[in-house]
């Protein structure tokens, strides 16, 4: 059978080579996103001929595989991943499978593949100059209101994640729910994970940084990028302070964009409304599905 670990800090960085060779632009194949939410899925990792095998236990869905990652022999990686799964007498059952990954399981089980997907997992995808411009009539609503920030507040700066501000930052989640309450689980969770990327984001790796407003800070972003997609991680900011959130939106991108960065993944609206309508605003130009494939 497969010897799986437990991810955590020390070993975290052994799984970026592989991650960052996936073509895929979903939030789950990055590491920040592996790592940030490592212990609610109780994910583990094997390294098998040169590719990467994570196991994954979804609420609802039980455990499950992901799709292998890397440069190595995937059909040798899915043979392994098969007798493991026949061994340990677990379902052969794989989740947050890319569309790239569902053609080729499809190709190699045939109709012994059962697929599902579920739109709450759907991760949304931007044009990465959109969000860094919000240009023309589509995102006048933005613009106003990042225009509105700025005039409020003329002395808002934003300012890199570095071992000096780092402290800065965690101040900034900890205090965070003063000013607004978490009033679901999921969001309790969520800022949990959140708080713990943005503590190690720095050994990751991550790019993040916040808007200081006259030595208050008033929004937050931690991501990383994978190819040619920025991907965002963590994004907060404080609902008292008019237009925070299209600043943090379109400052974190001019930050952390790269001259060969095209898109924009900020994830997942997890079934929350509120979440999906924010989302959906900002003019997503495809959703990426995630599947779940299980073999009978």
């Known amino acids: 059978m497969l010897e799986f670990s437990k991810i955590t800090i020390h070993n975290a960085r052994q799984l970026k080579p592989y991650l960052d060779v996936q073509p895929f632009r979903s939030c789950d194949y990055t590491l920040g996103a592996v790592y940030q939410w490592r212990a609610y899925f109780r994910s583990a990792f094997a390294i098998v001929s040169d590719m990467l095998v994570m196991l994954a236990t979804y609420p609802g869905e039980g455990v499950c595989f992901v799709f292998p990652v890397g440069n190595g022999d995937l059909d040798a990686a899915l043979d392994a991943i098969e007798a493991h799964a026949k061994e340990s007498g677990m379902p052969l059952r794989f989740c ?3 569309k790239v990954g569902l053609a080729l399981l499809c190709e190699r089980y045939g109709a012994r593949a059962i697929v599902s997907t579920n739109r709450d997992w759907a991760d949304y995808v931007y044009n990465a100059s ?6 023309g009539k589509k995102y006048h609503t933005q613009r106003n209101h990042l225009n509105r920030f700025c005039k409020d507040n003329p002395s808002a700066k934003f300012v890199p994640v570095t071992e000096e501000t780092l402290p800065v930052a965690i101040a900034f989640l900890d205090e965070y729910e ?25 050994t990751l790796g991550q790019k993040a940084g916040y808007i200081d407003v006259a030595g208050t800070v008033v929004a937050l972003s931690v991501g990383e990028i994978v190819g040619d997609t920025l991907h965002c991680h963590v994004e907060k900011a404080r609902v008292d302070y008019a237009g925070s959130y299209q600043a943090i939106v379109s400052w974190y991108a001019k930050y952390a964009a790269e001259k060969s960065t095209h898109y924009i993944n900020r994830e997942d609206d997890s079934g929350e409304e509120r979440l999906r309508y924010s989302k959906m605003a900002y003019r997503p130009i495809c959703m990426i599905d995630k599947y779940w494939v299980d073999i009978e």
């Open 178 to 202: 003063q000013h607004v309450p978490l009033d679901k689980v999921i969001e309790a969770e969520e800022m949990k994970r959140a708080k713990e990327l943005l503590a190690d984001s720095l």
């Open 130 to 135: 959109d969000l860094m411009n919000f240009p």
């Open 96 to 98: 947050a499978v890319p």
